[in-house]
């Protein structure tokens, strides 16, 4: 099984869940002894750092759609790697095609990232369809997407497989403010998918009784109204000494070990990966019932559910945490079982290896 070559190819390394997922992928198969890369190919990112040495590195610079010195130069990487799986996540699947276009003999597994679970039913499937008919597989990241494939995609071979959680960085950057142990964590990029108006509307109430607690938002900024409209009612609200901006941070477990709530307020997810790295530190969750969140989190027992875009709910959630040392402990501890439990690495990396087997 070592001798197979596997390369993850992803679009860019900024620090969303499709990217690093793969990023932890390919780490993971270099310490199963397996020939493995990975593969950029429109912009590179700070999860490059994340990257083992051991792992196979092509940059593309791919500039245009059909990019033909961009295909050329992959199929010549995996010919001189002898790689004969292309592992590509989520929009690189025509960079894919066209790859399988001139080099045949490669087999393609594509991995489905797509967020919006709910909106399934208006997803385009031209040309999606058409490149799927060339794929050797598919793989879901959670249940409903997986049928969505069954259903309206060419490919014969469909799976569903969990993201897992992994630690890959173990510096310790970022200091959060704020009081100890009265710190709430939010790990999203900016993107309106994200609904960062909905928390800032719940911490905002949240504060008025408990303003010696403090929210950290840590994700990708973009120069675009979504971020803006948060930095302007963080100042408009004279939020500025409890909400905590800080964009890209890849510390990740440093973070999570000095916050004391996990929150994700989405109002649609596949199946989000920071739920599980939540998990992972051992942090109680509040999080809105979109996507899988609720086949991750127990409801009063691992973390608080609570009906999307809604703020009032959610500051309700946030109180019942916050005065509750006992319930805080509590959930963490059953959130960290579940995600060792459902959600390993080991699990995950066994059930991808049999795939490739097939």
């Not at 190919?41 to 994340?50: D, H, P, Q, S």
Request: proline letters at 2%; one cysteine or more.
């Amino acid at each position: 099984m070592n001798k197979i070559g596997v390369i993850q190819v992803i679009d860019s390394l900024n620090t969303g869940g499709a990217e690093v997922l793969a990023v932890n992928i390919a780490n993971a198969l270099s310490e199963k002894g397996m020939n493995s890369h990975v593969c950029v190919t429109r912009k590179e990112g700070v999860l490059k750092t994340n990257i083992n040495k051991n792992v196979g590195y092509l940059f593309l610079d791919r500039k245009k759609s059909i990019d033909i010195p961009a295909i050329i130069n992959f199929k010549k990487y995996l010919k001189k790697y002898k790689i004969g799986i292309i592992h590509a996540h989520s929009t690189s699947s025509f960079f894919a095609f066209c790859v399988k276009v001139i080099f045949p003999r490669a087999r393609i597994i594509w991995h489905d990232h797509y967020g919006k679970s709910q909106e399934l039913n208006s997803r385009k499937r031209v040309p999606l369809i058409f490149f799927t008919f060339f794929f050797k597989s598919i793989i879901s990241v959670n249940s409903d997407l997986k049928k969505w494939a069954e259903e309206r995609l060419l490919c014969k071979q469909v799976y569903f497989l969990n993201n897992f959680p992994f630690f890959n960085n173990d510096e310790k950057n970022t200091e959060l403010k704020g009081e100890n142990n009265k710190r709430i964590v939010h790990l999203a990029a900016f993107r309106e998918q994200k609904d960062h108006q909905n928390l800032l509307k719940a911490f905002s109430i949240f504060n008025t009784k408990n303003n010696d607690w403090s929210l950290h938002l840590i994700g990708k900024m973009y120069d675009d109204s979504y971020t803006k409209e948060i930095i302007d009612f963080i100042k408009m609200n004279q939020l500025e000494n409890n909400i905590f901006v800080y964009g890209v941070c890849l510390d990740i477990k440093h973070i999570l070990n000095q916050a004391t709530i996990g929150v994700l307020s989405s109002n649609s997810e596949g199946l989000p990966v920071a739920l599980l790295e939540y998990g992972l530190a051992s942090l109680p969750v509040i999080t809105t019932d979109v996507g899988e969140c609720d086949k991750v989190i127990e409801n009063n027992k691992s973390g608080i559910i609570v009906e999307k875009e809604n703020y009032l709910v959610l500051c309700e959630a946030m109180e019942i945490l916050a005065l509750s040392d006992e319930k805080r402990k509590s959930y963490g501890a059953v959130h960290h079982k579940n995600i060792q439990k459902k959600y390993s690495r080991e699990h995950f990396i066994q059930q991808l290896i049999n795939i490739y087997k097939h």
